[in-house]
């Protein structure tokens, strides 16, 4: 069985890319960090998804020899010119304080109406594999950003994120619906003819 290295120790992240690829590639064993030897992770210097994504990809295989897929992704709010961005997960200046990282948008955007409240929530995926071959797709889940947290379900800024055509957040959605619309669900889903390409021949 051909074995896939998805470069995370989010098992959410990782049971997402299980379910999907269990019946769309058969035969490709998808591993997280948990399930190999550790190994020094490189600081996200990137200046974009694309390059945060590439980068933790690229070191997973240097350090495992296993074909590896990554991903970046955060929040870009029209009204603050796309800000958080890559810096969404540290945007309070603590990385992956969720409240406080939301409290800070939240107060960021208390003057902004709400016709100017729209954001996105972007996903780039990288596969790399260990000859060198490098894919990599972004995808973006349009909405706005509400005024007061709602729901339980999800991380990050889920609760204070309203997406298009929807009247529950991003947390308010259980983890199927969630993974049938969300940023990194249709990344993830993208990226699956890749796999299948390149792993599953």
């Given at each position: 069985?051909?074995?896939?290295?998805?470069?995370?120790?989010?098992?959410?992240?990782l049971?997402?890319?299980?379910?999907?690829?269990?019946?769309?590639?058969?035969?490709?064993?998808?591993?997280?960090?948990?399930?190999?030897?550790?190994?020094?992770?490189?600081?996200?210097?990137?200046?974009?998804?694309?390059?945060?994504?590439?980068?933790?990809?690229?070191?997973?295989?240097?350090?495992?020899?296993?074909?590896?897929?990554?991903?970046?992704?955060?929040?870009?709010?029209?009204?603050?010119?796309?800000?958080?961005?890559?810096?969404?997960?540290?945007?309070?200046?603590?990385?992956?304080?969720?409240?406080?990282?939301?409290?800070?948008?939240?107060g960021?955007?208390?003057?902004?109406?709400?016709?100017?409240?729209?954001?996105?929530?972007?996903?780039?995926?990288?596969?790399?594999?260990?000859?060198?071959?490098?894919?990599?797709?972004?995808?973006?889940?349009?909405?706005?950003?509400?005024?007061?947290?709602?729901?339980?379900?999800?991380?990050?800024?889920?609760?204070?994120?309203?997406?298009?055509g929807?009247?529950?957040?991003?947390?308010?959605?259980?983890?199927?619906?969630?993974?049938?619309?969300?940023?990194?669900?249709?990344?993830?889903?993208?990226?699956l003819?890749v796999?299948?390409?390149?792993?599953?021949?």
């Amino acid at each position: 069985m051909t074995q896939l290295l998805l470069a995370t120790r989010n098992a959410g992240k990782l049971a997402e890319l299980q379910r999907l690829l269990a019946t769309a590639v058969p035969g490709v064993e998808v591993l997280g960090l948990r399930d190999v030897p550790e190994y020094p992770e490189a600081p996200e210097t990137g200046a974009t998804f694309e390059e945060n994504a590439l980068l933790k990809a690229r070191e997973a295989v240097r350090y495992t020899g296993l074909p590896s897929v990554a991903d970046d992704s955060g929040i870009a709010v029209d009204a603050l010119n796309g800000m958080p961005g890559i810096l969404s997960a540290r945007w309070s200046g603590r990385h992956g304080d969720d409240p406080a990282n939301t409290a800070l948008l939240l107060g960021q955007l208390a003057d902004v109406p709400d016709d100017r409240r729209g954001a996105g929530f972007v996903c780039a995926a990288a596969l790399v594999l260990p000859d060198g071959t490098e894919r990599v797709l972004r995808r973006e889940w349009r909405g706005v950003v509400v005024h007061e947290p709602r729901g339980t379900n999800g991380f990050g800024y889920d609760p204070v994120f309203l997406p298009d055509g929807l009247d529950r957040t991003s947390a308010e959605l259980d983890a199927a619906e969630k993974d049938a619309v969300s940023h990194r669900g249709q990344a993830f889903a993208a990226l699956l003819p890749v796999v299948q390409e390149l792993l599953g021949g």
